[in-house]
């Protein structure tokens, strides 16, 4: 299916439910490590509030599932004299950020980290390393690696495939399946996770299209749902997920691109409304926010509207508690730029708001 959207509109948030200031933890591949930002959601305003951890090269971000700790995933080649990247634990107490553990990924360049939702496994992509990486928890810290798994397939894109990529790592809606986008290999490798133990057993893989690079895997609301973002084609495979054996089938593959664009491109991120009825993807290079309106039984995509991000790469975008506002990491133009949203129709509006930050990576809410 060929996205069509709308031409661009002008829009103005409406005002929103809550007046209730947030903070705002925003991860950098550079010097900055974690950063602290306050959040007015009555203005959209974005204000940086200082150190919050010096931690290198930080590419992402997550919390706990009771918001009590915050693990973090750095793309290092090299981490304590072992060539692996690194994987970090805080806690998380008021405007402060408390060290708890550090450990090696067991791989190179570590892009991702995704907690379970008992709070007892963490799990970790290592992109150049092609590799995946499990952990014990224990009231927020770390064990050292329990499960690694090497991966070997890759597809057939010279320049991006050489090997396999490990980038994306998931927990199904009931924590009964674990899942590791694979890049490189154009897979998504499916486990059965073991909380207590934090080891992980094979449980089938999802083939993509060949030369597409799966990326990341979001599932909707709605339970049954799940979309896969292709990086190296910028298309987006709607899936059917299978509660009973954790597999995934394609209902619908959505090409972002439109028909006269022909240069290069990185499908990237994606963001679900809690209710389910919009969902938005990024897409680098061509530096594009894509809205959809989503069915919310069956999770079928309808194209809405095609923004620019309002700066280059943008590596992550999230909504604010309200969900009047979306704010877009744009990692090479070192800024996270401010877009208001109307909640009815779910379309964008840039008001030009936006906020420096170094090398932006992830933008997480607390």
């Known amino acids: ?41 009555e203005s959209g305003t974005l204000t940086r509030s200082g150190v919050a951890a010096r931690i290198p090269k930080v590419a992402w971000l997550a919390f706990s599932h009771g918001h009590d700790f915050v693990y973090s995933a750095s793309e290092l080649d090299s981490f304590q004299g072992k060539p692996t990247g690194e994987v970090a634990s805080f806690r998380l107490a008021g405007t402060e950020l408390q060290p708890l553990s550090a450990r090696n990924s067991a791989g190179t360049g570590t892009c991702h980290v995704a907690p379970d939702n008992t709070g007892r496994m963490l799990l970790a992509a290592d992109y150049t390393g092609a590799s995946a990486a499990s952990f014990r928890i224990q009231d927020g810290k770390l064990s050292e690696p329990v499960w690694t798994e090497h991966y070997t397939v890759h597809g057939p894109n010279p320049d991006r495939q050489q090997t396999a990529h490990a980038h994306f790592a998931s927990f199904s809606p009931d924590n009964r399946f674990a899942y590791i986008n694979d890049l490189g290999g154009d897979c998504i490798h499916i486990y059965k996770p073991d909380p207590a133990t934090a080891q992980m057993s094979p449980a089938g893989t999802y083939h993509g299209a060949p030369g597409s690079g799966a990326r990341t895997l979001h599932f909707h609301p709605n339970g049954r749902t799940a979309y896969c973002m292709n990086e190296l084609v910028s298309t987006v495979d709607v899936l059917d997920w299978h509660r009973d054996d954790g597999s995934l089938t394609l209902v619908n593959r959505i090409h972002l691109l439109p028909d006269d664009f022909h240069g290069l491109t990185r499908g990237c991120d994606t963001v679900i409304t809690r209710d389910g009825r919009f969902v938005y993807f990024a897409n680098r290079d061509e530096d594009f926010l894509y809205a959809f309106h989503a069915d919310p039984k069956t999770g079928a995509l309808t194209p809405i509207k095609r923004s620019n991000c309002g700066g280059k790469i943008p590596r992550n975008f999230t909504l604010d508690p309200t969900e009047r506002w979306m704010l877009v990491a744009n990692q090479d133009s070192n800024l996270i730029s401010i877009f208001a949203r109307n909640p009815a129709t779910g379309e964008l509006a840039d008001e030009g708001k936006s906020v420096a930050a170094e090398i932006p990576m992830r933008i997480l809410f607390v």
């Open 1 to 41: 299916m060929l996205a069509t959207f709308a031409a661009p509109g002008v829009l103005h948030a409406a005002t929103p439910t809550s007046s209730r200031r947030s903070l705002v933890l925003v991860g950098s591949h550079g010097d900055d490590g974690i950063q602290f930002y306050n959040w007015d959601p």
